[in-house]
């Protein structure tokens, strides 16, 4: 899958946050994602979650932003060099 849309500026989307369990692990994404961009905390965790390729519940988020889980973690890969 492609998606146009940047996966870091979910937030600022014109559509809402979903609710239930994609709604949980979007924002534990999210959460991962900008605590590795900022450096905020011990990235152990968030590392964890975002790189583990095993990892089902960010392939999940992956699938409904409309990327594949590789390329998703590729693009994260390529935020944290810049």
């Known amino acids: 899958m492609n998606n146009e849309n940047d996966p870091f500026d979910i937030l600022n989307s ?3 946050l979903e609710s239930g369990v994609y709604g949980l692990w979007l924002h534990i994404f999210c ?5 590795l961009l900022n450096g905020r ?5 968030a590392e964890a979650f975002l790189f583990d390729s095993e990892n089902f519940f ?11 889980p590789g390329k998703m973690r590729n693009r994260i890969r390529e935020a944290l060099k810049g």
Do not use: I, N, R, W
């Open 41 to 45: 905390c011990s990235p152990v965790g």
């Open 31 to 35: 959460m991962s994602v900008f605590e």
């Open 14 to 16: 014109e559509q809402p």
């Open 58 to 68: 960010f392939d999940f988020v992956a699938d409904k932003l409309g990327y594949e």
